[in-house]
């Protein structure tokens, strides 16, 4: 069973960055993709970036160039640099990921939450 651990969420000001950082456990074999999720109270869970095997990178619209998602293949560890964040960033951040081989499925850690005061 894969296990995610996700760390680094914090209590920020506007402006400010934050360093969020996914470990994976329980498996050898690389992910097909790795990816961040949000949600905020009372909204639905949101792709906030993902990054597959050949490196291909997809970020949601509201990034807008403030966000930087990169990954190390050898171990499954994934990592969100978070800069200018403003106070709709708050949410809670799950990590995300996906096996073709190994142990085939999807899997979520528990999140890391982010608060942005303003």
Known sequence: QVQL????GDLVQAGGSLRLSCSA?????SAKTMGWYRQAP?????????????DFINYGDFVKGRFTI?????????????NSLEPEDTGAYYCNAQFIVGPVG???GQGTQVTVYS
Do not use: C, D, I, P
């Open 5 to 8: 651990v996700e760390s680094g």
């Open 70 to 82: 990169s990954r190390l293949h050898t171990n499954n560890t994934l990592y969100l640099q978070m």
């Open 42 to 54: 009372g909204k639905q869970r949101e792709l906030v970036a993902v990054v597959g095997n050949e």
């Open 106 to 108: 999807e899997f979520w």
């Open 25 to 29: 456990s329980g498996t050898l074999f």
